[in-house]
Each structure stands twice: as C-alpha cells, then as structure tokens.
C-alpha cells in the first residue's frame, strides 16, 4: 500500500469517525421531552459508528508503524513490537516517542549508511509523538473529570493537541512513506546484489 493510501485511510476513518462521534454526542443531548428514547437510539448508533471509524484510523495508524519499522534493518525494536506496544494503555504514552523518534534516528543511520542524502526531520517526528502522547493523556484527564471548569481547559487544551497531531501525521507519514520506498529499493538492490 502506497503512502498516500495509509494517509488517506487514516484521514478519512478519523474525520468521519469524530465527525459521527461528534453527531451522536449532539443528537444524545437533543433529548425532546416528548420522546426520550428516540434522540438515544440515533445517538448510540451515530457514535458507534464514530468509533468504528476511529478504530479504523488506529489500525491504519499501527500499519503503517509496523511497515515503518519493516524498512528498517533489524534491530532492536521489531515491527510487531514497534506497532503492538502502542496498544499497551500508559506505556503508550513512552512509546510513541521512542518509535516516531526512534524510527527516525534509524531511518537516518541506514540513510547515511547506503549514501542517501535524504533525511528525516528528527525533531517533528519528536513532536508529533509527543503532542499524540499529550492529547492520549489530556484525553484521559477530561474523561476523568468533564464537567469541573479544570476538565473543560484540559479538553479545550487536548483538543488543540489533537489538532498539531492530526496535522503533523499526515507530514510524518508522508516523509516516512518517501524514507520506506528509498529503505526497501536499498534492501531490494542488496538482494539482488548477494544473489549473483
């Protein structure tokens, strides 16, 4: 799958999926007093399939990590590690950093060690993983306290995290997928070159 493919799917199923999650939120508090379980109905099924549609970017997401560290040649950190680890709720917020980062840092060595002259900007992929690690924590936080006057700065605060997020993925994921293809033709070329 092409870099545009995993942007595309990663940009549609988080749009789609907080726009529906939104929708169900308003059609939830749209309750007439007349009718009250009907408003519920279509708000359940808006948000449920506001959270399909995020699962969907997730996945997405954690694809596109495991074909990130694919590239790479082995090392420490293997893909399913790389991409399963994002799972795990608290280390996550550590891990994300050291896989963004991470891979960039790799990326560059293995770079530099076949005479590429491209690079990976270290320090956005340091950002991106750290404004995505704040917006899970703030994310947390807001859903912990919603309703005190703190909650609504975190959510307000988390927002605008997931905002610089959603913004620089599709930047992270476009100069990684150019990283991939230069990795993979490389790791293709030393093939061929041992086969002879």
């Known amino acids: 799958m ?18 529906l999650l939104i929708g ?9 007093s007349t009718q009250p379980d009907q408003p519920y109905f279509l708000s359940t099924v808006l948000s449920a399939i506001g959270w399909a549609g995020i699962a969907w970017a997730v ?44 891979f960039a840092r790799q990326a560059n060595r293995a770079l530099e060690a076949r005479g590429e002259t491209a690079r990976l900007p270290l320090g956005l992929f340091t950002i991106f993983s750290e404004s995505c690690a704040l917006t899970l924590l703030g994310a947390a936080v807001t859903v ?10 975190v959510a307000l605060a ?5 905002a ?15 990283a991939i293809v230069l990795l993979e033709a490389a790791r293709e070329s030393e093939k061929a070159a041992t086969a002879r």
């Not at 995993?6 to 999926?17: C, D, E, F, P």
Request: aromatic residues 12%.
């Open 144 to 153: 912990a306290m919603p309703f005190s006057p703190a909650g609504r700065a």
């Open 164 to 178: 610089v997020s959603a913004i620089l993925a599709v930047y992270v994921m476009a100069v990684a997928g150019d």
């Open 24 to 32: 169900g939120i308003i059609a939830g508090s749209a309750v007439p």
């Open 59 to 102: 996945l997405t997401l954690l694809r596109f990590v495991h074909r990130m560290w694919s590239a790479l040649p082995a090392g420490a950190v293997s893909p399913q590690r790389a991409a399963g680890f994002l799972l795990i709720p608290v280390f996550n917020l550590y891990w994300m950093v050291r896989v963004f980062a991470g």
């Open 158 to 162: 988390t927002f605008a995290c997931a």
């Open 2 to 19: 092409s870099k545009w493919s995993y942007i595309a799917n990663w940009v549609i199923g988080l749009s789609a999926g907080l726009t």
